[in-house]
C-alpha cells in the first residue's frame, strides 16, 4: 500500500525551528517528485515547496523562501521541512504529497500530486 | 502566478441531483488541471487529473472536462459520501502550484 506518514508537527513559538519528516512507504520513493502543502486553521490548499527526485533541484513559494528547507533522503525514503523563523501565520496542517505525472506530461514536467499523507500539525504561538 | 477561481463557494444539493463546480485559470493552462476531494478532518484526495481523467478507485459519477482557462467538476448524482469540499489546482506553470479557494458541496 502507498502511504506518506508526516511527523514532527508541534506548538513553538514565533522565531522557533522545527524539523517535519515524511516517511514513504510502498512505492520507489526515489523515483518520485515530493511536495509540502499546508492549510491553515479554516483555510484552502497552499504549497510550500517541491523537491526533484534526486533532491538537486527545489521550489518553494515566497511566504517561506530563505525561511524553509525542503529535503530528502532516499536510502531512509523520507523528505523533510527544515522551518526556520517561525511565524504565526505559518501554523497550519502541512501535509506531505508524492507527484505524478502521465505518460506525454512528464516530458514537460506537468506533475500532479496523487497521493497525499494524513498531515501534521503546527502551531505558532506565544 | 496563475489565479485560480471557483464558484460558487457552496452549493447545495439534494442527493441524486446533478452538482456542477467551476473553475477558471488567470490564464490558459491548456488541460493541466487537477481536482481534489477533501472531507472535514482528512487529507484531500485526487479525483481528477489532465482535466478529465480519472484517478485509480474515483467513482464514474464523477467527471472532468475542459481546458484552457475554464474547467468544471461534474458529479451526476451525489451521494451522501460525496458532501465535502472541492479544491481546483494547476500544475501547467509552476512554480508556484497553485489552488482555488474550494467549493463546499452540501446537502440541501
Known amino acids: 500500500e502507498v502511504q506518506l506518514v508526516e511527523s514532527g508537527g508541534d506548538l513553538v513559538q514565533p522565531g522557533g525551528s522545527l524539523r517535519l519528516s515524511c516517511a514513504a512507504s510502498g512505492f520507489t520513493f526515489s523515483r518520485y517528485w515530493m511536495s509540502w502543502v499546508r492549510q491553515a486553521p479554516g483555510k484552502g490548499l497552499e504549497w510550500v515547496a517541491t523537491i526533484k527526485p534526486d533532491g538537486s533541484e527545489k521550489y518553494s513559494v515566497d511566504s517561506v523562501k530563505g525561511r524553509f528547507t525542503i529535503s530528502r533522503d532516499n536510502a531512509k525514503n523520507s523528505l523533510y521541512l527544515q522551518m526556520n523563523s517561525l511565524r504565526v501565520e505559518d501554523t497550519a496542517v502541512y501535509y506531505c504529497v508524492r507527484e505524478d505525472c502521465s505518460s506525454t506530461s512528464c516530458y514537460y514536467f506537468y506533475y500532479y500530486m496523487d497521493v497525499w499523507g494524513r498531515g501534521t500539525t503546527v502551531t505558532v504561538s506565544s | 502566478e496563475i489565479v485560480m477561481t471557483q464558484s460558487p463557494a457552496t452549493l447545495s444539493v439534494s442527493p441524486g441531483e446533478r452538482a456542477t463546480l467551476s473553475c477558471r485559470a488567470s490564464q490558459s493552462i491548456s488541460s493541466n488541471l487537477a481536482w481534489y476531494q477533501q472531507k472535514p478532518g482528512q487529507a484531500p484526495r485526487l479525483l481528477i487529473y489532465g482535466a478529465s481523467t480519472r484517478a485509480t478507485g474515483i467513482p464514474a459519477r464523477f467527471s472532468g472536462s475542459g481546458s484552457g482557462t475554464e474547467f468544471t467538476l461534474t458529479i451526476s448524482s451525489p451521494q451522501s459520501e460525496d458532501f465535502a469540499v472541492y479544491y481546483c489546482?494547476?500544475?501547467?506553470?509552476?512554480?508556484?502550484?497553485?489552488f482555488g479557494q474550494g467549493t463546499k458541496l452540501e446537502i440541501k
Open positions: 489546482q494547476q500544475y501547467h506553470n509552476w512554480p508556484p502550484y497553485t
